[in-house]
């Protein structure tokens, strides 16, 4: 019932780094080389000689040329951009947050051609690599939507332990999809409840949704007792 809306989430949020891209062709390779610069004129780490500077800067230029490929409408021109990033992550070990984006797009390709295992091949690379404990949620997410796509719903539900206040609702959300799909109505119950209150937007589209999902199984989230389909109240 759920899993096309929750693959196409995993599409759709690629999109936020268009902002991203268009920032790069704005600015390019000269702003972030300048940026480099200054904090080495700052803090005088020796870490930020020239030679590194460059090579972060060529690193970075390289992976927005990729990208670039990558979201090309070109078959073949796509193609040498799937081929550049898998060496682009084996190539920057230097570069963890560059190398975890790039495994993240990979994904992102593999999932449009409904190949979920490469997908979660490389979303695994990308919490292998990844050291910004920022995308680790974002990471595990979609660890469980490509998984709960492919039917291995337990092993969907193992990425979904602990998640970050930030996250809570977002990830049960997915977790009841998960309950409600293999049977279990109760916990699937519990789980869009604790989306429903830990989502703090109160015109927000994504709490609506949770609503309506809990309104189809008999539950108003905004009273404490049980509704039936009909509308008659249970204890």
Same mark, same amino acid.
């Given at each position: ?62 992976? $927005?040329?990729?990208? &670039?490929?990558?979201?090309?409408? *070109? @078959?073949?021109? =796509? %193609? ?6 898998? !060496? ?82 977002? $990830?049960?959300?997915? &977790?009841?999809?998960?309950?409600? *799909? @293999?049977?279990? =109505? %109760? ?6 409840? !604790? ?41």
């Amino acid at each position: 019932m759920f899993k096309e809306k929750k693959v196409a989430e995993l599409l759709t949020e690629e999109e936020q780094v268009e902002l991203i891209k268009e920032w790069w062709k704005k600015n390019g390779t000269s702003v972030i080389v300048a940026i480099f610069v200054a904090v080495a004129a700052i803090y005088g780490y020796q870490y930020w000689q020239k030679s590194k500077i460059e090579k972060s800067a060529a690193a970075m230029q390289e992976y $927005y040329e990729q990208t &670039e490929k990558l979201n090309s409408n *070109d @078959k073949k021109t =796509k %193609e040498a951009g799937m081929q550049l990033a898998e !060496k682009y992550i084996e190539k920057n070990d230097g570069h963890k947050v560059l190398s975890t984006f790039t495994a993240l797009q990979i994904a992102k390709e593999h999932v449009v051609a409904n190949e979920y295992k490469k997908a979660e091949e490389f979303l695994q690379k990308a919490l292998s690599i990844n050291d910004d404990k920022s995308l680790e949620p974002i990471i595990k997410h979609r660890l469980a939507q490509v998984n709960f796509a492919t039917g291995n719903n337990d092993k969907a539900l193992s990425y979904l332990k602990n998640p970050p206040e930030s996250f809570l609702s977002l $990830y049960a959300e997915l &977790e009841g999809d998960i309950y409600f *799909d @293999k049977g279990e =109505k %109760e916990n699937a119950v519990a789980s869009y409840k !604790k989306a429903y209150s830990s989502n703090k937007e109160q015109n927000d589209k994504s709490k609506e949704l949770i609503k309506i999902k809990l309104k189809n199984l008999g539950v108003d989230p905004e009273k404490t007792e049980k509704v039936s389909v009909k509308g008659k109240k249970n204890a």
